[in-house]
């Protein structure tokens, strides 16, 4: 907090007031108006020496529920103050210190201690923030401004440490895609990626007690008299890759904020969305960061996120210093906690190689979400679309026209967002034929300059 005069107005008041007599009492010589003055002196002096000279001993800790919301999610933060002093404190504000990440009013004051609470108290303050952007953000530390019984003059110093809470990227609910997607129950798969799913033959075996009725086999009940259900035995559940363009100069816009890239906080919610959707639907997901090492999860077909999205996680804090080890590995909470703490590279380097990432997994199709990408970074994304039977290019609005049509010429089946297009609308788009190269989408990078694309 700001350093400020100490004293408050009404201290400045007292002391003029001081002044006052002492002039009175010099000008005719009263005794009485001396002692006043000397009397309010003193309770400003008995005051200044009551809030600095007093040592107290305080702990700051902050508890919030829940510790991981997505953006735009609310946060409800409860601090509390154990102090141990010797004088009562009848006037106390507080004020917790918010990131930009956060917004909310984190002020107010506290309740006096009263005189029955000289010793070791404990007192409360709580308020909500609402998350505005992913990535882990510190709360504190809390400034308190504490004044005497009078009102005279007032201290302010921060104290405690500070408390740190994540923010997932928005997760959107994507619609079913034909061509990307199954049925929950596995019971169907599109020919175009079957390649490689090492599923056998459908056998029909007697129907039990809690078989669903869609599984129901009608040639083989009709066949043995009774009713029998479809069966799949040594069946492998697809892939898929969801690849995100990590470089920072691939997603920066003239006059944006080094510290904050719009366009790539886009690109994050989507692929979280697209990973979630496909999971749900039973895909084994490889997340995969193209332009930086610090992103390569693998999460498990149908793991459901039971902790982080749903419910509140309590420790939060610890289970960062330790690296998130309270998530198992192929989990989808800790592909979104990947994705909230993910920072774009800087680094001017290439993208990685990702051939081998791909070769391992032929059989999958390869959502690629991409920024603006120069030519120099298209010889890993060729060997990708060689090595994949169905590579997906999910691009910004207003993404270069050669850009497009290098990926095309590729093999990418290249789809540019709409000013204004929705994550679910791109994600529709993509199951239709690709955008051609001279699509009046493809705008080139000049475009941006009017900052209306929304960069998808």
């Known amino acids: 907090m700001k350093r400020r005069i100490p004293l408050t107005r009404r201290a400045v008041g007292v002391l003029i007031a001081a002044g006052v007599c002492l002039v009175f009492a010099r000008g005719i010589g009263s005794p009485e108006l001396l002692a006043a003055a000397g009397l309010l002196v003193a309770l400003v002096a ?25 953006v735009g999610g609310r946060i409800s933060v409860e601090v509390s103050i154990a102090e141990t002093s010797a004088l ?32 070791s108290r404990k007192r409360t303050a709580d308020y909500t923030v609402t998350a505005l952007r992913r990535g882990q953000h510190e709360l504190g530390p809390l400034g308190l401004a504490v004044s005497d019984p009078f009102g005279l003059v007032v201290r302010r110093r921060s104290v405690g ?79 898929a890759t969801v690849l995100l363009d990590t470089a920072a100069a691939h997603w920066a816009w003239p006059d944006d904020d080094p510290s904050h890239l719009p366009a790539f906080e886009q690109a ?58 309270h998530l198992e590995d192929d989990d989808l909470d800790a592909a979104l906690l990947d994705l909230a703490l993910l920072r774009p590279s800087h680094e001017p380097t290439r993208f990685l190689d990702l051939s081998p990432v791909i070769a391992a997994r032929r059989s999958q199709p390869v959502i690629a979400i991409l920024g603006d990408v120069e030519e120099g970074d298209l010889g890993e994304l060729t060997a990708v679309a060689r090595l994949s039977p169905l590579p997906i290019a999910l691009l910004p609005a207003g993404a270069r026209r050669r850009t497009v049509e290098l990926l095309e010429l590729a093999g ?21 034929p690709a955008t051609t190269a001279g699509s009046s989408r493809s705008t080139g990078r000049n475009s941006r300059r009017g900052g209306a694309d929304v960069r998808h």
Request: glycine share 12%; aromatic share 4%.
């Open 46 to 70: 008995a005051s200044f020496g009551a809030v600095y000279l007093e040592r107290p001993s305080l702990r700051v800790d902050r508890t919030t529920r829940p510790d991981l919301v997505a």
């Open 88 to 119: 009562p404190h009848v006037h106390t504000e507080w004020k917790d210190r918010i990131p930009s990440g956060l917004d909310g009013d984190a002020s107010g004051t506290l309740p006096s201690t009263g005189v029955a609470g000289i010793g």
């Open 161 to 239: 440490g500070t408390h740190a809470v994540v923010v997932l990227p928005e997760v959107v609910v994507l619609p079913e895609i034909p061509a990307l997607t199954a049925s929950r129950d596995g019971s169907t798969r599109p020919s175009s990626l079957r390649a490689g799913a090492g599923e056998d033959d459908v056998i029909a075996r007697p129907y039990l007690p809690g078989d669903a009725i869609r599984r129901l086999h009608w040639r083989a009940s009709a066949h043995h008299g009774e009713l029998m259900v479809r069966q799949e035995e040594q069946r492998n559940d697809p892939e």
């Open 268 to 325: 994050v919610s989507l692929a979280a969305s697209i990973t979630a959707h496909l999971v749900d639907a039973e895909y084994r997901v490889n997340l995969v960061g193209a332009g930086s090492e610090a992103l390569a999860r693998e999460v498990g077909a149908g793991s459901a996120a039971n902790g982080l999205r749903s419910s509140p996680v309590g420790g939060m804090g610890d289970a960062l210093e330790r690296g998130g080890q």
């Open 412 to 432: 990418w089946r290249c789809h540019v967002g709409e000013r204004g297009a929705s994550f679910a609308a791109l994600w529709l788009d993509s199951s239709g």
